[in-house]
């Protein structure tokens, strides 16, 4: 269930980047899919979610307002665009599947396979 990656970089404040996840193994458009990210030292945390069939995104409340998710399940990619970047935004991103889409729509975020065992991410650092 390996997902990929891409689309991170380095950026000064209030730049912007989109980040999108694929996989050539299995159709997306089965699963609800969250993207985390890891900054250095701490947690992976949920940062947007969204449904099986695009009807339902959850963000949290950091990146309300500044980051968009999106799914386009004909080319089975996941996107991530994210303006106005700040410091804080640093960290590795990872698109992961989620256990369903009740996840999403409740804001839990509970994914399908444990941290630890998710892909190498794109790194997003955002400085001056």
């Known amino acids: 269930l390996d997902l990929v990656e891409s689309g991170g970089g380095l950026v000064p404040p209030g730049g912007s980047l989109r980040l999108s996840c694929t996989t050539s193994?299995?159709?997306?458009?089965?699963?609800?899919i969250g993207w985390f990210r890891q900054a250095s030292g701490k947690d992976p945390e949920g940062v947007a979610c969204?449904?099986?069939?695009?009807?339902?995104?959850n963000y949290a409340d950091s990146v309300k307002g500044r980051f968009t998710i999106t799914r386009d399940n004909a080319e089975n990619k996941l996107y991530l665009q994210m303006r106005r970047l700040q410091p804080e935004d640093t960290g590795n991103y990872h698109c992961?599947?989620?256990?369903?889409?009740?996840?999403?729509?409740?804001?839990?975020?509970?994914?399908?396979?444990?941290?630890?065992?998710w892909g190498q991410g794109t790194q997003v650092t955002v400085s001056s």
């Open positions: 992961v599947l989620l256990v369903g889409n009740d996840e999403c729509s409740s804001g839990t975020y509970n994914p399908m396979v444990p941290f630890g065992t």
């Open positions: 193994e299995f159709p997306l458009d089965y699963y609800a």
């Open positions: 969204i449904d099986s069939e695009g009807d339902f995104i």
